[in-house]
């Protein structure tokens, strides 16, 4: 038989069974049947159940305790094994398995990060380390034990749901009645099949107040708080909804010069992890460092040594930019309830768990009333039988039947005092007492017991009926025990916006070919315009007035004719362009200043007209708005008497790029040449503080420090009692703990009001700050001294008022000014007082009528903050 025809036969056999199948949905073989399956349907069916059991079974948390279902099975199997003592955690994971169905690895690293929480588990022995990375040790050498505060607020078999494990054995609890919104402050992160949850933990004492403001009917606000510290911006937290993000940093102090430090990490990152991003934007460029130190042990330190002459406060802007120093989180909150996902906000969530939480303990005191009321019962069947005894009544009864009978018929007098029927169990109960216990009855000790229990019954029911003050005190409580050292490590704060191009380092050299009109950084044989980065744009002028903004490349074509090449910063208001240039081929010499700010990228403008012929025949670019002054010689002509005159630039105010510009002569012009460079037009710069972000701004937001020029400096005074000189550049960073920024002025007395902790007395003194940028102390140098006050007003008064055994001493009123002279900042000062001092406080200032000046307004360069009172602390 040919192929063709077995390929025939072998079709129409198909074709037959086929047909078979689909008729009677199944074939014989031998004496077994098969059924046959459409593999979509399959694939369906089976897809569906896989996804929902990863949703349901492992990845997403249940809204009432926060708990994925692993996590819920150790915490029942370490209650199980509970003794106080701890437990190998390879016991733990064992024994986990008798209620999970997967690995045990799964169990384990499960276990690890529930112990690295440090909320329900007690460790001991290496469980890794969160900053570093670093992996626990082998489960056979680690211990666990839950927490005082697990067993406190998890577990309770009374109150909890039960269902049978996976393979029908042992039983588990559906869901932990746990009386604590647990979900929010752990945290979670799971990834399922087509859906993914993540809720950032928050902060145990937060939870518990917001939760306590809840319940009052208050407003309340959540903000995540993270175990690595770190600084945060929660503005579009969105209540942990999909869609929000969060902003973290790491915390970055200045060492000195040549060091920065890094003490806390952004959220999910690592020393290590940390440290392999800043290398990498070294070697790319973006960053100059020389080398790295990780001393990171309890508490995280990492010593960043910078190259020489190199700014640590642009540093630091750079690593925010370019290494993960800085990192953006988008919560995604969802729970499963009712066995299905549910997204949900922080704020609802904390409100289902404190309404949960409330129920769970009104059912507790619902099971304990029952409790006592049945004990109740007992004592007093127990009193009526012993007292009254009818135990006698049943000496001539023959049978069971009717020893129950004679008994009841003995307690028929008595039901009406009890609170509910006199069942059968509660007679045979009464037969069970032996005859010892009766003999040694004391009835008495009987109606003291009733009484007891009758006074817990009124405790309980008045907590019943006063549930919501009894939730609260119960979570002040929660928070008395298990609150302290849990207080907020993520700093929140409102964090500007930190643009690349201004922080990066220059890794590039331009290069231009100004005939053939070509830039970029490959042309190393052609002239030498700047230093750049890789991510620079470049503005770049031709002769026709035509101009262009590109992105820095290798090579770069832009046209022929090239007379002016720069980095371009956009929204540089400062840049000012002075041009002079020809309209037309014969038509007028218009001169223009003025700055450009933005344009679309690659997109060629035009400075002059636009006319067919023009010509641009002077120009500069003055980075602070200089105006120099220029020499004009004109062609020579019949009847024109003057050919040479001069230009001053500062007389022709600064306009937009699309301005024509004035005209400086209708004749045909020789030639332009520089007489003098000139100064700026733009005057002193205005300066701003943003206390939110701690940075300073050119855009008028925050407070108004006045109208800075080349040599001016800004002073710095911190809370702790520090100062330094800086530089107005909108690149400084600050400390912490400002107190305040403000213009320095070297004649300025400041008066200061501390704490000396060497001698135990507080101090006075008034002292002028002397030039230094090195953070200086002006309280001495033990870190136990306090600043309680300073303030820069000329005439300052203080009333003093006394505590301790002075107590009853009037306060004294001091004129700081008549009572301590003019000082250098190193001086200790004058005692403030020999007496036990308890409050400072700071009256309204005498101005002497001689001394009255003035008062200049922020446009006329002063501080806003002059002759203010500046900080109120300590004693106050």
């Given at each position: 038989?040919?192929?063709?025809?077995?390929?025939?036969?072998?079709?129409?056999?198909?074709?037959?069974?086929?047909?078979?199948?689909?008729t009677e949905g199944k074939e014989k073989s031998g004496d077994k049947l098969h059924k046959i399956m459409q593999l979509s349907g399959m694939y369906k069916d089976w897809f569906l159940d896989y996804a929902s059991y990863v949703i349901l079974e492992r990845a997403v948390p249940h809204l009432h305790d926060g708990l994925k279902p692993v996590q819920r099975r150790i915490l029942h199997a370490m209650k199980r094994l509970d003794d106080g003592r701890y437990n190998k955690v390879a016991n733990i994971i064992g024994y986990t398995m008798q209620y999970h169905p997967h690995g045990d690895a799964s169990i384990g690293d499960a276990l690890v990060q529930l112990g690295q929480k440090d909320i329900l588990i007690d460790t001991q022995g290496n469980w890794g380390n969160t900053l570093t990375g670093d992996s626990a040790a082998a489960p056979r050498y680690i211990e666990a034990r839950l927490t005082k505060f697990a067993l406190d607020?998890?577990?309770?078999?009374?109150?909890?749901?039960?269902?049978?494990?996976?393979?029908?054995?042992?039983?588990?609890?559906?869901?932990?009645?746990i009386k604590f919104p647990l979900l929010l402050a752990q945290g979670v992160e799971g990834i399922a099949v087509g859906l993914a949850s993540k809720i950032l933990p928050h902060n145990f004492n937060e939870l518990i107040d917001a939760s306590i403001a809840y319940l009052k009917g208050k407003e309340f606000e959540l903000f995540p708080d993270f175990p690595t510290g770190g600084i945060a911006d929660f503005s579009k937290y969105n209540d942990g909804l999909r869609g929000g993000s969060i902003k973290i940093r790491a915390k970055i102090e200045k060492e000195d010069k040549k060091t920065l430090k890094i003490t806390e990490l952004p959220f999910g990152k690592t020393t290590q992890s940390l440290i392999d991003s800043i290398l990498k934007a070294n070697e790319k460029g973006k960053i100059k460092i020389r080398k790295i130190d990780d001393n990171t042990a309890e508490h995280v330190e990492i010593l960043v040594h910078l190259q020489a002459g190199t700014s640590p406060d642009q540093t630091i802007d750079a690593l925010y930019a370019f290494t993960d120093c800085e990192v953006s989180v988008s919560p995604n909150a969802c729970v499963i309830k009712d066995a299905k996902p549910l997204f949900v906000g922080v704020t609802e969530m904390l409100k289902i768990s404190t309404d949960s939480t409330v129920q769970l303990l009104k059912r507790e005191l619902e099971i304990k009333m029952d409790e006592l009321k049945e004990s109740w019962h007992m004592s007093s069947l127990e009193k009526i039988f012993i007292e009254n005894r009818i135990y006698h009544d049943i000496e001539e009864s023959e049978t069971w039947e009717n020893v129950i009978e004679m008994i009841d018929k003995g307690l028929e007098p008595f039901k009406k005092m009890l609170l509910r029927e006199v069942t059968l169990e509660d007679i045979i109960k009464l037969t069970e007492i032996k005859i010892k216990r009766i003999s040694k009855y004391d009835s008495k000790k009987s109606e003291e017991i009733i009484r007891g229990l009758e006074d817990e019954m009124k405790e309980v029911q008045n907590h019943l009926d006063n549930i919501i003050d009894?939730?609260?005190?119960?979570?002040?409580?929660?928070?008395?025990?298990?609150?302290?050292?849990?207080?907020?490590?993520?700093?929140?704060?409102?964090?500007?916006?930190?643009?690349?191009?201004?922080?990066?380092?220059?890794?590039?050299?331009?290069?231009?070919?100004?005939?053939?009109?070509?830039?970029?950084?490959?042309?190393?044989?052609?002239?030498?315009?700047?230093?750049?980065?890789?991510i620079d744009e470049i503005i770049v002028f031709l002769r026709d007035g035509r101009y262009l903004i590109t992105k820095v490349s290798e090579k770069t074509f832009v046209g022929k004719d090239i007379i002016h090449v720069a980095v371009f910063k956009r929204n540089d208001t400062r840049t000012i362009y002075n041009v002079i240039y020809r309209d037309g081929l014969n038509g007028n010499i218009i001169v223009k200043r003025c700055a450009i700010k933005g344009i679309t990228r690659d997109k060629e403008y035009d400075i002059t007209k636009g006319t067919k012929g023009s010509k641009i025949l002077y120009m500069t670019a003055n980075p602070n708005g200089e105006a120099e002054i220029v020499k004009v010689y004109l062609r020579p002509r019949p009847r024109l008497k003057k050919t040479v005159f001069e230009f001053d630039f500062s007389e022709l105010a600064i306009k937009g790029r699309q301005s024509i510009g004035n005209i400086l002569t209708k004749y045909a012009v020789h030639k332009i040449?520089?007489?003098?460079?000139?100064?700026?037009?733009?005057?002193?710069?205005?300066?701003?503080?943003?206390?939110?972000?701690?940075?300073?701004?050119?855009?008028?937001?925050?407070?108004f420090l006045g109208e800075f020029h080349s040599d001016d400096k800004i002073l710095v005074i911190t809370k702790s009692g520090k100062y330094r000189l800086t530089s107005y550049d909108l690149m400084n960073h600050f400390e912490d703990d400002v107190l305040f920024v403000e213009k320095f002025r070297p004649d300025k007395i400041f008066s200061a009001v501390y704490y000396d902790a060497d001698l135990e007395y507080y101090y006075v003194k008034r002292f002028t700050i002397e030039p230094t940028d090195k953070l200086t102390s002006f309280i001495g140098d033990n870190e136990e001294s306090r600043l309680i006050k300073i303030t820069e007003v000329e005439y300052p008064r203080l009333e003093v008022s006394f505590g301790g055994k002075h107590k009853n001493r009037d306060s004294e009123i001091i004129e700081i000014a008549d009572f301590i002279g003019v000082k250098s900042y190193k001086a200790r000062g004058k005692r403030l007082s020999n007496y036990e001092v308890k409050v400072v406080k700071e009256l309204e200032p005498l101005i002497k009528e001689d001394e009255v000046k003035p008062k200049e307004s922020p446009d006329d360069n002063q501080d806003d903050t002059s002759q203010m009172s500046l900080f109120q602390n300590g004693k106050d």
């Open positions: 038989m040919s192929t063709e025809n077995k390929d025939n036969l072998e079709q129409s056999e198909n074709k037959e069974l086929a047909k078979d199948t689909n607020v998890v577990f309770n078999p009374k109150t909890t749901e039960w269902k049978r494990s996976y393979d029908g054995r042992n039983e588990e609890p559906v869901t932990l009645p009894f939730a609260i005190n119960y979570f002040k409580q929660i928070r008395k025990k298990y609150g302290d050292g849990r207080d907020r490590k993520t700093e929140i704060r409102n964090l500007e916006s930190i643009e690349a191009t201004q922080v990066v380092v220059p890794n590039q050299k331009l290069f231009v070919d100004r005939q053939e009109g070509f830039i970029g950084t490959s042309l190393r044989k052609d002239e030498f315009v700047c230093d750049c980065s890789d040449v520089l007489k003098d460079e000139g100064v700026s037009t733009l005057g002193g710069r205005k300066i701003w503080f943003e206390e939110e972000v701690l940075r300073l701004n050119d855009n008028a937001r925050g407070i």
